[in-house]
């Protein structure tokens, strides 16, 4: 079997704004910029990409999955992801290596610490 990984969807209340907020994050294109649906991706003909849909309902709990990310420097891109709008979580994660955020609709992310040896 072969399988290629297209994308992850992602519900939101406004697909765009979310969608725009993580191109921005991320630094990645906006292929597909359409009311139902909002793909962005690291570069156009390159996957996977995030596809963000809208949904009705509003986000209750915890992620059931998220994304982690491992930066060159941690301290930094805590610092970039709070300045364009990210805020702290509290997931119950105590004193980690890692940082949790929220993005503008409230999920769940992790900036990581450096890689061990």
Do not use: Y
């Not at 992620?63 to 992801?81: G, I, K, M, T």
């Amino acid at each position: 079997m072969t399988l290629e990984w297209e994308q992850v969807i992602v519900d939101s209340a406004d697909p765009g704004a979310l969608g725009r907020w993580w191109a921005e994050a991320l630094g990645w294109v906006v292929v597909e910029d359409d009311p139902n649906e909002f793909e962005i991706r690291p570069e156009k003909d390159r996957m996977p990409g995030l596809l963000f849909v809208p949904v009705p309902e509003a986000k209750t709990v915890k992620n059931r999955l998220h994304l982690d990310f491992r930066p060159d420097d941690h301290e930094a891109e805590v610092a970039r992801f709070l300045a364009l709008g990210a805020r702290h979580a509290d997931i119950g994660q105590g004193e980690q290596s890692w940082v949790t955020l929220l993005d503008p609709e409230g999920n769940e992310f992790c900036v990581l610490g450096s890689r061990r040896s």
